[in-house]
């Protein structure tokens, strides 16, 4: 039996290139949504706060979350996710930017700071 008749589980590969217009709107929703959040234990949000604070990459990466896209999709249940920022430099007309699934590097997807759930 192949994977498809044996697997429930799908995984699902997005990439997302964002242009970043206003940083301290991104650090400002990042520490509210911080704020709000009660289950932070108070070690982790000091870290989170500096984190987001300093860089405009982990602001993303605490605002975007996985659960967000599939949350509402049904008949599937999140089992893992796992998703990283970096800051990159972009030229729009460089081949090198086509998402293209053959150029995606099982390395390139460890670089950067990381974030999961599950």
Known sequence: ?????????????????????????????????????????????????????????????????????VGEVPGVELQQASWSSERVDHDPDSPEWDFDEDDVDEDDEADGEESRIG
Do not use: C, K, N
């Not at 429930?8 to 990439?15: G, M, S, T």
């Not at 108070?42 to 500096?50: C, Q």
């Open 1 to 69: 039996m192949s994977t498809e008749e044996t697997s429930r589980f799908v995984r699902l590969r997005v990439e997302i290139l964002l242009e970043v217009h206003d940083e301290d709107a991104v650090t400002q929703a990042a520490l509210r949504r911080l704020a709000d959040d009660a289950e932070v234990p108070d070690a982790e949000r000091a870290h989170t706060e500096g984190a987001v604070t300093e860089d405009t990459a982990e602001a993303l990466a605490y605002l975007v979350d996985p659960f967000d896209l």
